[in-house]
T-cell receptor, first 115, second 114 residues
Framework: GAVVSQHPSRVICKSGTSVKIECRSL??????MFWYRQFPKQSLMLMAT?????????EQGVEKDKFLINHASLTLSTLTVTSAHPEDSSFYIC???????????FGPGTRLLVL | AQSVTQLGSHVSVSEGALVLLRCNYS??????LFWYVQHPNKGLQLLLK??????LVKGINGFEAEFKKSETSFHLTKPSAHMSDAAEYFC????????????FGKGTKLSVKP
């Protein structure tokens, strides 16, 4: 139980294009999902908290117009990196928290490379 | 500021040896405590968690951790390391009364020598 998937697992795109990453909770409902970014050999950095049916809450320094988050259902949240640039290249990981509980379950991550 | 400290960014053990990864939190009120493991280019997998029940918590793959309030610690152990245990381990905390966001330790890379 408590499986979270991400799609795609890796993506290469040209600078200036937009990339959408999906995060799904496969066997539970998640009122809250989280998006993290991980730089090489570092811990995870929380980018934003996504709540179903409402606007996401972004951490300080994260551009909301750059990283668009949509949480349209209790099992799906999407992160769209708009007008991607090489500095956006990173490992993006989502997590989902069941409606009742405090544990976050993580997706397998998406490796983004912007050329 | 609330934080979580993992002593040792890199731990190396021989196969079959004891694994001990250290974690200390900074709060007088016991938080929720988690250990996650991350293999290269993978997401985080939950090993075990402490949520105020038994102080000795058993997790997957033979790992366990003991919550010690007097030491504000939640160290992760495994009696006998296996090659497949080589990975990055994160101690993670949710402080009670917070919004529920995870506070991550900086991680400890475990290497297992044959």
């Amino acid at each position: 139980g408590a499986v979270v998937s991400q799609h795609p697992s890796r993506v290469i795109c040209k600078s200036g294009t937009s990339v959408k990453i999906e995060c799904r909770s496969l066997d539970f409902q998640a009122t809250t999902m989280f998006w993290y970014r991980q730089f090489p050999k570092q811990s995870l950095m929380l980018m934003a908290t996504s709540n179903e049916g409402s606007k996401a809450t972004y951490e300080q320094g994260v551009e909301k117009d750059k990283f668009l988050i949509n949480h349209a259902s209790l099992t799906l949240s999407t992160l769209t990196v708009t007008s991607a640039h090489p500095e956006d290249s990173s490992f993006y990981i989502c997590s989902a928290r069941p409606t009742h509980g405090e544990t976050q379950y993580f997706g397998p991550g998406t490796r983004l490379l912007v050329l | 500021a609330q934080s979580v400290t993992q002593l040792g960014s890199h731990v190396s053990v021989s196969e079959g040896a004891l694994v001990l990864l250290r974690c200390n939190y900074s709060s007088s009120v016991p938080p929720y405590l988690f250990w996650y493991v991350q293999h290269p280019n993978k997401g985080l997998q939950l090993l075990l968690k402490y949520t105020s029940a038994a102080t000795l918590v058993k997790g997957i793959n033979g790992f366990e951790a003991e919550f010690k309030k007097s030491e504000t610690s939640f160290h992760l152990t495994k009696p006998s390391a296996h090659m497949s245990d080589a990975a990055e381990y994160f101690c993670v905390v949710i402080y009670r009364g917070s919004q529920g966001n995870l506070i991550f330790g900086k991680g400890t890379k475990l290497s297992v020598k044959p």
